[in-house]
């Protein structure tokens, strides 16, 4: 068997708006929410922590930084419990008072003097980046997740139950695995310039610590962005707001999935479909909203495949979908397909894995979405 490794950075930015500033946050999988997936021999596989186990490790632990303010406003916390906080919503979160995950995270021993990002095998918070590449002057950069994966790109997928093999981090690290594509090593990285607050609320002019703590760990995890605006991974938020802290039904959903718990599959039901166009038949990257029929409520999203298909998995319920066509690039903003940065064969065509260079399609995804249609809902 071949492996491919493949690494990338999801940045979180500050982005002007006509109504005050907006952040994104940071990193679509056609299954529905949002996952990062690799190119397992012309088949898109998830990327997920081997063995559903993640450890992650604090650098320069102690003195919190300067630009983390832990002691005004209302019941401030210690940073560590903060970022403890930010990573137990995704490892104990349920749905309907159900626990669909199955996902060990825990907080190894803390380092010191490891504060940018590197490939080897340590988890990596830090809030003291000393590279100015990483945050140049005058950037809009919250904050970023480094994410490396590794994938089987020839004898894979196997029928169920076969076990790979991966040998990481220059032999640091050997990982056996039922999965043909892992995620091994993943930084999180605060800008040391911005302004983060500990306290609830947090402070109006602060960004909410745990709110971006918690979008980052989804990164970490596997996950790419949301187009659903109450979920932690939406990846626009703002200073003084903390609603993203807890996992909405969409993140749930979406970490279920990559660790499900012996009755997530027996809980989910699903609801597919094609869009289609009749000039060009199937329609590459629409997005596709689920919305309860009875609340009114959007309850996950996810994007088509090259062939229009789309599978939702959601919980038991009634539900309307509506498909609205993604806006052009330059329109920036999560409605552009080109800030799926973990969506293989999807954010960039022309980008290994997917294309040899120079090549027009990969994998039959056309090289563009179409965008000039208009929304319908069903």
């Known amino acids: 068997m071949v492996q491919a490794k493949r690494a990338f950075r999801i940045r979180l930015e ?26 397992v021999d012309g088949v898109p596989i998830p990327s997920r922590w081997a063995n559903a186990s993640f450890t992650w490790v604090l650098d320069n632990p102690g003195t919190p930084p300067g630009n983390v303010d832990t002691t005004d406003g209302t019941n401030p916390l210690p940073l560590k419990t903060v970022l403890i906080n930010a990573f137990n919503s995704w490892a104990t979160a349920s749905l309907n008072g159900m626990q669909l995950t199955n996902i060990s995270i825990a907080n190894g021993n803390d380092v010191t003097n490891l504060p940018n990002p590197q490939i080897d095998c340590t988890n990596v918070v830090s809030f003291n980046d000393n590279d100015p590449a990483d945050f140049p002057t005058g950037t809009a950069s919250i904050a970023f997740t480094t994410v490396s994966t590794d994938y089987i790109t020839n004898g894979a997928p196997g029928t169920p139950g076969t076990t790979y093999t991966f040998t990481e981090c220059n032999g640091l690290e050997t990982i056996t695995t039922t999965s043909p594509a892992i995620v091994y ?64 039904t969409d993140d749930l959903i979406a970490i279920s999935f990559l660790y499900p718990s012996s009755n997530f599959a027996s809980y989910m039901g699903t609801i597919s479909g094609q869009v289609t166009s009749p000039y060009i038949g199937g329609v590459y990257a629409a997005h596709v909203v689920a919305i309860d029929a009875i609340t009114g409520n959007v309850v996950l999203d996810g994007l088509t495949n090259s062939d229009g298909t789309y599978e939702l998995f959601v919980p038991p319920g009634s539900y309307n979908v509506l498909v609205l066509p993604l806006a052009p690039d330059d329109n920036h903003g999560i409605y552009s397909l080109s800030d799926f940065s973990g969506w293989t064969c999807g954010y960039d065509e022309n980008a290994p894995p997917c294309c040899d260079t120079g090549t027009a399609q990969c994998l039959g995804v056309p090289v563009t979405n179409p965008i000039n249609y208009t929304g319908k809902f069903f």
């Open 185 to 248: 090593d993943a930084d999180i990285i605060f800008n040391p310039h911005a302004q983060f607050s500990t306290s609830t609320p947090p402070l109006s002019n602060h960004f909410d610590l745990q709110s971006v703590a918690a979008h980052e760990t989804g990164h970490a995890l596997g996950l790419d962005h949301s187009g659903v605006a109450h979920a932690v991974m939406f990846p626009f938020g703002d200073t003084g707001e903390s609603q993203q802290r807890t996992p909405s």
């Open 14 to 39: 500050v982005l002007a708006a006509a109504a005050g500033s907006l952040t994104l946050l940071g990193a679509i999988l056609a299954f529905a929410y949002t996952t990062y997936q690799n190119d």
